[in-house]
């Protein structure tokens, strides 16, 4: 399967921002989808993560409450909701996919989607 993601931009403290992740090449509802960040200098993070089904999620606590993740299996599609977004959320977006679980470990999903760019000023 190949991901494509966008939606990200230069947003203010406070706004949202809605980032959308295309999938295509398989049928998406066998895959469990995440979103992962990356600021400059730090590792990889885990934002947030759906099931196959997109009826389980997870979100760490640094996005809980702000940030909500959705799949659509029909559409082949998946997104991130992100509300309330502080200069602390700004990195590279990344949208993923695996044959896995739900699981917050990068190296549990095996397809990548070129990231976007969310940038948050104060």
């Known amino acids: 399967v190949q991901l494509q993601a966008s939606g990200g931009g230069l947003v203010q403290t406070g706004d949202s921002l809605r980032l959308s992740c295309a999938a295509s090449?398989?049928?998406?509802?066998?895959?469990?989808v995440a979103w992962f960040r990356q600021a400059p200098g730090k590792e990889r993070e885990f934002v947030a993560g759906?099931?196959?089904?997109?009826?389980?999620?997870y979100y760490p606590e640094s996005v809980r409450g702000r940030f909500r993740i959705s799949k659509d299996n029909i559409n082949n599609t998946a997104a991130l909701q992100m509300n309330n977004l502080r200069p602390e959320d700004t990195a590279v977006y990344y949208c993923?996919?695996?044959?896995?679980?739900?699981?917050?470990?990068?190296?549990?999903?095996?397809?990548w989607g070129r990231g976007t760019l969310v940038t948050v000023s104060s």
């Open positions: 759906a099931s196959w089904s997109g009826g389980s999620t």
């Open positions: 090449g398989r049928a998406f509802d066998g895959y469990a």
């Open positions: 993923a996919a695996g044959h896995s679980d739900l699981s917050t470990q990068a190296r549990r999903y095996g397809y």
